[in-house]
């Protein structure tokens, strides 16, 4: 029996990138330094490690101008390249891109209250050529590219000022750009503090004598600025404006039906979704609450600030959608760089394990929980490809995985589950975020360089591309 794969109408097929894994230029048009300027790659063995930041090698990397050590310094150079792009994303068919701005593009600073005009130049020149290639943009207003003076200076997001500079910052693009722009997501992936070894807070774990005191905190700062954002959009009275958050989807499933794995994917899970339900929900929950007095954290706050997190709720919920793993109480514990992999589940080089047909799995939990529009920020395999004699990319593995999680989705669809659009990520091949190296690639689109950006960085259509250009022409029906 065919099975009917076609996709709603009004559903988008897109992809998603973001700034400082894809511009480079990071010294053009008046750009400030940021922190992913500042990451060195890791080396081929120690690819599932992170990019590190430490404190004291700030000042030394800053002043280094071997731009070759530090990739996302260059990238794919899409700050230039960005017109011959889209018109292959175009050729593709994408209905949206997700891309991000540059905080330091437009307050090099962070704290200035005047914007720099050349970087608004570069994103008016960009959001218009993303939609005259018929395509919606997305944005992420802070994807990680904290500038370096706001950590120097300030201490990053654990200091209460940030929240002003955020919102700031926020005000002038939403001002600018609410007529083009309808979905905003204010921070990329919230949750994942305590994932990620570099610090995108801007707090390093070496200066703080509690660690998660400092962390929980600077988040209260971040859903304050959230809420200070949505405040802002409602004064502007268009309703067509959207303002989101994002998670990255970490929810764990037990490992057995033992109930101490049971009860320990159930705490996981509550530690995830405590941002969502502060942001969708509106306060902080009873069993966050237990959770810090248990842990001695306490955050400082007011009845104001509750009432503004109360009164300015988030529009939507994205996600971004990678791994799925299962926590086994005998090794796994409430820290989530601990888990199990299922032994079914293919891994890539990155030791990341990939299973599309749990999506929905997922999507029912944030659905249910919060009744309101969804959107797959990134989805996407990250792998080790080369081009070969005749300068063709196959990526079978990637058609697979999307095939796995497109079906998926189309029956939370189906089931009513409402997801507005789909990013892929990535369009093109970028910088890795976490490991900072070229040869972990996504994309549909081939960008000839390697991990030190030597290459000639032209681009080759990979496999994949032709695949997702149909699955986009057919709305899902040749899935
Ligand atoms: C998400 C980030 O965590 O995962 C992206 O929002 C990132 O910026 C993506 O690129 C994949 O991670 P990585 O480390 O493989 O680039």
């Given at each position: 029996k065919k099975i009917n794969n076609h996709f709603p109408e009004n559903f988008m097929f897109g992809a998603g990138m973001c700034a400082a894994q894809?511009?480079?230029?990071?010294?053009?048009?008046g750009k400030g330094i940021s922190i992913p300027d500042l990451h060195k790659a890791v080396s081929p063995d120690k690819r599932k490690e992170h990019c590190q930041l430490n404190e004291r090698d700030i000042e030394a990397y800053m002043q280094?101008?071997?731009?070759?050590?530090?990739?996302?310094?260059?990238?794919?150079?899409f700050y230039h390249t960005y017109p011959e792009d889209l018109k292959l994303m175009a050729e593709m068919g994408l209905q949206c891109l997700r891309i991000s701005i540059a905080w330091t593009r437009i307050f090099?600073?962070?704290?200035?209250?005047?914007?720099n005009e050349a970087g608004l130049a570069y994103y008016d020149r960009l959001i218009d050529e993303i939609i005259k290639n018929g395509m919606q943009p997305i944005i992420t207003i802070f994807h990680y590219d904290l500038p370096i003076y706001l950590v120097n200076q300030y201490g990053g997001w654990q200091n209460p000022k940030l929240v002003d500079f955020y919102v700031n910052y926020a005000k002038v693009l939403i001002e600018r750009y609410h007529h083009k722009v309808k979905y905003w997501i204010c921070i990329n992936q919230i949750n994942l503090l305590f994932f990620e070894m570099f610090p995108s807070l801007g707090v390093?774990?070496?200066?703080?004598?509690?660690y998660q005191q400092v962390c929980y905190q600077s988040i209260h700062h971040q859903f304050l600025a959230c809420a200070k954002v949505k405040q802002f959009a409602k004064s502007l009275q268009d309703s067509d404006l959207m303002i989101g958050t994002m998670l990255a989807d970490c929810l764990a499933y037990p490992y057995s039906y033992r109930e101490k794995d049971i009860l320990l994917a159930d705490q996981r899970n509550q530690l995830q979704l405590f941002y969502s339900d502060v942001q969708l929900r509106g306060s902080y929950p009873a069993y966050i609450l237990n959770y810090f007095k248990e842990q001695g954290i306490k955050i400082v706050t007011s009845e104001a600030e509750l009432r503004l997190i109360k009164e300015n709720t988030m529009d939507f919920l994205a996600l971004s959608y990678y791994y799925t793993f299962a926590v086994n109480a005998d090794k796994d514990t409430l820290d989530p760089k601990t888990f199990t992999i299922n032994p079914e589940n293919k891994v890539n080089e990155w030791g990341w394990p990939a299973d599309g047909k749990l999506m929905i799995h997922n999507l029912r939990t944030y659905y249910e929980r919060y009744q309101c529009p969804l959107i797959i920020a990134e989805c996407g395999i990250g792998e080790l490809e080369q081009l070969d004699e005749q300068q063709h990319v196959h990526d079978p593995r990637r058609i697979d995985y999307y095939k796995e999680c497109l079906m998926s989705l189309n029956d939370a669809l189906k089931e009513g589950i409402d997801v507005k659009a789909f990013c892929a990520w990535s369009p093109i091949d970028l910088v890795s975020s976490g490991s900072g190296e070229m040869s972990k690639r996504y994309g549909f689109i081939y960008v000839d360089l390697d991990d030190h950006l030597q290459g000639s960085g032209k681009r080759y259509k990979k496999d994949s591309f032709n695949w997702y250009k149909e699955v986009i022409r057919t709305h899902g029906d040749s899935l």
């Amino acid at each position: 029996k065919k099975i009917n794969n076609h996709f709603p109408e009004n559903f988008m097929f897109g992809a998603g990138m973001c700034a400082a894994q894809a511009e480079g230029g990071f010294n053009e048009g008046g750009k400030g330094i940021s922190i992913p300027d500042l990451h060195k790659a890791v080396s081929p063995d120690k690819r599932k490690e992170h990019c590190q930041l430490n404190e004291r090698d700030i000042e030394a990397y800053m002043q280094d101008t071997n731009h070759d050590l530090y990739p996302k310094r260059k990238a794919i150079d899409f700050y230039h390249t960005y017109p011959e792009d889209l018109k292959l994303m175009a050729e593709m068919g994408l209905q949206c891109l997700r891309i991000s701005i540059a905080w330091t593009r437009i307050f090099p600073k962070g704290d200035e209250t005047k914007p720099n005009e050349a970087g608004l130049a570069y994103y008016d020149r960009l959001i218009d050529e993303i939609i005259k290639n018929g395509m919606q943009p997305i944005i992420t207003i802070f994807h990680y590219d904290l500038p370096i003076y706001l950590v120097n200076q300030y201490g990053g997001w654990q200091n209460p000022k940030l929240v002003d500079f955020y919102v700031n910052y926020a005000k002038v693009l939403i001002e600018r750009y609410h007529h083009k722009v309808k979905y905003w997501i204010c921070i990329n992936q919230i949750n994942l503090l305590f994932f990620e070894m570099f610090p995108s807070l801007g707090v390093f774990k070496e200066n703080c004598d509690n660690y998660q005191q400092v962390c929980y905190q600077s988040i209260h700062h971040q859903f304050l600025a959230c809420a200070k954002v949505k405040q802002f959009a409602k004064s502007l009275q268009d309703s067509d404006l959207m303002i989101g958050t994002m998670l990255a989807d970490c929810l764990a499933y037990p490992y057995s039906y033992r109930e101490k794995d049971i009860l320990l994917a159930d705490q996981r899970n509550q530690l995830q979704l405590f941002y969502s339900d502060v942001q969708l929900r509106g306060s902080y929950p009873a069993y966050i609450l237990n959770y810090f007095k248990e842990q001695g954290i306490k955050i400082v706050t007011s009845e104001a600030e509750l009432r503004l997190i109360k009164e300015n709720t988030m529009d939507f919920l994205a996600l971004s959608y990678y791994y799925t793993f299962a926590v086994n109480a005998d090794k796994d514990t409430l820290d989530p760089k601990t888990f199990t992999i299922n032994p079914e589940n293919k891994v890539n080089e990155w030791g990341w394990p990939a299973d599309g047909k749990l999506m929905i799995h997922n999507l029912r939990t944030y659905y249910e929980r919060y009744q309101c529009p969804l959107i797959i920020a990134e989805c996407g395999i990250g792998e080790l490809e080369q081009l070969d004699e005749q300068q063709h990319v196959h990526d079978p593995r990637r058609i697979d995985y999307y095939k796995e999680c497109l079906m998926s989705l189309n029956d939370a669809l189906k089931e009513g589950i409402d997801v507005k659009a789909f990013c892929a990520w990535s369009p093109i091949d970028l910088v890795s975020s976490g490991s900072g190296e070229m040869s972990k690639r996504y994309g549909f689109i081939y960008v000839d360089l390697d991990d030190h950006l030597q290459g000639s960085g032209k681009r080759y259509k990979k496999d994949s591309f032709n695949w997702y250009k149909e699955v986009i022409r057919t709305h899902g029906d040749s899935l």
